[in-house]
């Protein structure tokens, strides 16, 4: 009997180092997902062209990133965690090398497109090694610790990112992602347990591809895949991409300052979901709270906005522009309203069969990743044409358009008597 136990616990020791290394490699996707925040000027004076023009090149990371995610996700049924994760590391540390050497935007978009699909696959394979090891409960623990240990990435990324910006140059913030690959592919290639390739699924990707689309265009789904297209992408490009130059160039702080408060923005990222997963626990009302928390989440967005110099907020309190502080508070505030997006994973799985509960996720995963890139896209060429605070304020509608298209269609049905 103590033999067994003393197994069961080597055992479980070693799967949650393992699903630890995994998850490091989370945490790396989500740094290099957001270096371009505190460094988005200095690049785009590097490579002569305006900022905005540079915010809508980088879109083409989260472009290939959603593109990559089924493919990857068949890769890893047919050949098993491991060996996906490790190449998947490999192409990391080359787009990071790439990105860090290059001279100019086309150079540059080549190594945010190796990066994209290289780390495509960093949130879906500690996810799938819990899936496969772990009870549905422990599962539940484990999702959302990986979210949380990959969001340490987006801290990595605020203030000492920006001194070893300030240092070093933006350059020095791949080199160093690519460091930190070379060091958790290692952790990877030690920890993580050799297993047999599963077949579940022997279809084309594109035959796969179009099946999520057909499951996610479903009436069931589609309110979730509208509010998904809206809700991380705010977040992601606010943290991502404009938070740092709202703070700098609107609100006069230092590369230094914006990254502590670009910082307190990633803590609250941290502990949202953990907050919002008690609520959703003792409330019982999941479409409410995930509904409230967006339309507060777009109602804090304009809020901020209007903060700006000549606008409402602005003016009604008699200064030129709000201070810091009140982004600081805001920054936050947004950071916990829109951590009720992991709650859309719980809800497609409530709303269509059994079968077909995989194929859900992965168009609720597939929408939050093509609705970051699509707004990164498109707020590049809002902020060239109007401005940052129109920048926000188009995140703030598109959130409140998707939270009321949620509403709409997850609403109950009427029965015929």
């Known amino acids: 009997m103590t033999t067994t136990a003393t197994h069961d616990a080597g055992a479980t020791r070693a799967l949650i180092f393992a699903l630890l290394a995994l998850a490091c490699g989370h945490m790396l996707s989500t740094l290099l997902r957001t270096i371009p925040a505190v460094s988005l000027d200095l690049m785009a004076a590097d490579f002569g062209i305006e900022p905005q023009a540079l915010a809508s090149l980088t879109s083409v990371y989260p472009f290939a990133f959603a593109a990559a995610q089924i493919p990857v996700g068949a890769a890893m049924d ?9 190449s998947l590391l490999a192409g990391t540390v080359v787009g990071a090398i790439a990105s860090g050497f290059a001279t100019g935007p086309e150079s540059f978009a080549i190594g945010q497109v190796l990066l994209g699909i290289a780390t495509s696959g960093m949130l879906m394979c500690p996810m799938t090694l819990a899936a496969k090891q772990l009870s549905a409960a422990r599962f539940g623990l484990w999702s959302g610790a990986i979210l949380s240990i990959g969001n340490i990435g987006m801290l990595l990324s605020s203030s000492p990112l920006a001194f070893v910006v300030d240092t070093c140059g933006w350059r020095a913030g791949f080199w160093i992602s690519a460091l930190g690959g070379v060091a958790v592919a290692l952790a990877v290639f030690l920890l993580v347990p050799s297993q ?8 084309s990707p594109l035959s796969q591809m179009i099946e999520v689309l057909r499951l996610g265009l479903s009436r069931p789904l589609r309110g979730l895949i509208a509010l998904a297209l809206v809700s991380l992408a705010t977040s992601l490009v606010l943290r991502g991409l404009w938070g740092g130059p709202w703070l700098m160039q609107v609100k006069g702080l ?3 300052e914006a990254g502590n408060q670009l910082g307190a923005f990633t803590l609250a990222m941290i502990a949202g979901p953990l907050v919002i997963g ?58 916990l ?36 890139a699509l707004m990164q896209s498109i707020t590049g060429a809002v902020a060239a044409f109007a401005g940052l605070p129109a920048v926000l304020l188009f995140m703030a509608a598109m959130l409140g358009i998707g939270a009321l298209i949620f509403l709409v269609y997850t609403s109950p049905r009427p029965t015929i008597e």
């Open 337 to 372: 309203a829109t951590s009720a997006q992991p709650l859309l994973f719980g809800m497609s799985r409530q709303l269509v069969d059994a079968q077909v509960a995989g194929k859900a996720l992965a168009a609720i995963n597939l929408a939050f990743f093509l609705g970051a």
């Open 196 to 203: 047999p390739a599963e077949h579940k699924d022997e279809s």
């Open 278 to 335: 008690m609520i959703d626990r003792r409330l019982g009302r999941r479409r409410a709270l995930v509904a409230g928390t967006h339309l507060v989440g777009a109602l804090l967005l304009a809020l901020m906005a209007l903060g700006a110099p000549r606008y409402a907020i602005s003016v009604l309190c008699g200064v030129a522009v709000m201070p810091p502080q009140y982004d600081l508070v805001l920054i936050v505030l947004i950071g």
């Open 254 to 256: 230092s590369r230094v």
């Open 78 to 86: 047919r050949f098993g965690v491991r060996p996906v994760s490790l």
